[in-house]
């Protein structure tokens, strides 16, 4: 069993971002191994809304004590809604990174980009392998 919690409802891209589809909008947030790689979040960078992503080209920017990472989009699409607790509290990342630290709502996306993720199995397996 792996240290990391990789829910089962979930799809995953190899730069550790997950996404799922709910209520029509896709939901893409940073797993639990990035954040604990990552350690204590301070900042995130958050897109605005009505913004438009392609496909793994940079969503936003996470700035922790050890380092500021890209998170790429799993899927093309337009910015629905940045999460805006973030900005006050981006340790929200770090506490429930599936939950209260989601990052950004994609609105329009491409599902058809979704079955080039992985599931939670491969993931797991991916994390393990280093």
Not at 47 to 74: H, Q, T, Y
Not at 103 to 126: I, N, P, R, T, W
Request: glycine share 10%; charged share 25%; aromatic share 8%.
């Amino acid at each position: 069993m792996s240290q990391y919690a990789v829910p089962e409802e979930l799809k995953y891209t190899e730069e550790h971002e997950w996404i799922k589809v709910e209520g029509g909008l896709a939901v893409v947030g940073v797993t639990d191994f990035a954040q604990q790689q990552m350690g204590d979040v301070t900042y995130v960078d958050l897109p605005e809304a009505g913004r438009a992503v392609e496909r793994m080209a940079e969503l936003c920017v996470i700035e922790s004590v050890k380092v500021a990472a890209d998170v790429f989009s799993p899927l093309a699409g337009v910015v629905a809604e940045a999460n805006a607790a973030l900005g006050e509290h981006p340790e929200l990342i770090n506490q429930d990174c599936y939950g209260a630290g989601w990052l950004v709502k994609l609105k329009d996306y491409d599902a058809s980009g979704l079955g080039e993720l992985m599931d939670a199995d491969a993931y797991a397996k991916f994390i393990e392998r280093g």
